[in-house]
Nanobody
Framework: QVQLVESGGGLVQAGGSLRLSCAAS????????MGWFRQAPGKERELVAA????????NYADSVKGRFFISRDNAKNTVYLLMNSLKPEETAVYYC???????????????????WGQGTQVTVSS
């Protein structure tokens, strides 16, 4: 129903910034909450940020609050993750995810998301 493609990953110096994009296609006329997850080698997949369909509500992992910002442009069918002051320990594959909702709510658990992108590698060097 929905296909997601991440872009914008790459190599960045510690303290630098990067903006990830997630382009959605398919039945994008439906209502979807969106989220960004990351998974580092040997670690569990974790929620980084989530946003409601309208963009009116957001949720962030404690470790990224104040540094990362999630946003969406429904006219462009695109979700963004702006990452500031990046740290080497945040090197990971970052995934975009979408979950159908009937109200303007955020989804904060991975099992609530039905659609996933292929991931984009973010490497933060020191």
């Amino acid at each position: 129903q929905v296909q997601l493609v991440e872009s914008g990953g790459g190599l960045v110096q510690a303290g630098g910034s990067l903006r990830l994009s997630c382009a959605a296609s398919g039945r994008t006329f439906s209502t979807y909450a969106m989220g960004w997850f990351r998974q580092a080698p040997g670690k569990e997949r974790e929620l980084v940020a989530a946003i409601s369909w309208s963009g009116g509500s957001t949720n962030y992992a404690d470790s990224v609050k104040g540094r990362f910002f999630i946003s969406r442009d429904n006219a462009k069918n695109t979700v963004y993750l702006l990452m500031n002051s990046l740290k080497p320990e945040e090197t990971a594959v970052y995934y975009c995810a979408a979950g159908r909702v009937w109200g303007d709510t955020v989804l904060v658990v991975a099992d609530a998301y039905a659609y996933w992108g292929q991931g984009t590698q973010v490497t933060v060097s020191s």
